[in-house]
């Protein structure tokens, strides 16, 4: 009996995780592109001791002014795993329901496939606990001013998936 709970459990976990890991590799590349930007900028943190995943998507939004340029705003959360910061494979790590959602607003611009460097890219990733109304309306200002300093349309406006 002890044997097929744990079997059960192994899968549950397998399920959840693999999950996880299939919302991630179902992004678009222009998109994964920025959750790793985020995710390379939590990494980084000295007081961040866990590894992060990519969770879900709460909003995409892209704009196309032409000659292969692309801004990309992007609205995501990821969630704390029980492996450490650090880790290289990250196909076994669960999910810690103990931790806050990790609540990121990425904006870019993309050239030929690849983030440009200029403007430099927004990244703004807060406990979601900690989000405020005030920060939200910054990261649209922010992306929004990005996306005009060209001249194309604003990058909040245009074709939105959620």
């Avoid at 879900?56 to 492996?83: N, Q, W």
Wanted: aromatic share 10%; charged share 20%; with cysteine.
């Amino acid at each position: 009996m002890a044997a097929l709970l744990l079997l059960l459990f192994t899968i549950g976990v397998s399920v959840f995780t693999s999950n996880a890991q299939e919302a991630y590799n179902n992004l678009p590349e222009d998109y994964k592109k920025g959750v790793n930007l985020a995710l390379e900028k939590l990494h980084s943190h000295a007081g961040i001791q866990h590894h992060f995943l990519f969770l879900r998507s709460v909003m995409k939004s892209d704009t196309e002014p032409g000659f292969g340029v692309k801004y990309i705003y992007h609205h995501f959360h990821l969630k704390a795993t029980k492996c450490p910061k650090g880790t290289v494979d990250a196909s076994g790590c669960q999910f810690r329901n103990d931790r806050p959602l990790i609540d990121c607003g990425v904006c870019y611009k993309m050239f030929a496939g690849e983030i440009e460097q200029d403007p430099k890219p927004y990244i703004h990733c807060v406990h979601r606990t900690t989000l405020t109304e005030e920060m939200k309306q910054g990261r649209v200002q922010h992306c929004n001013q990005m996306s005009y300093s060209s001249g194309s349309h604003t990058i909040l406006l245009s074709r939105g998936e959620n």
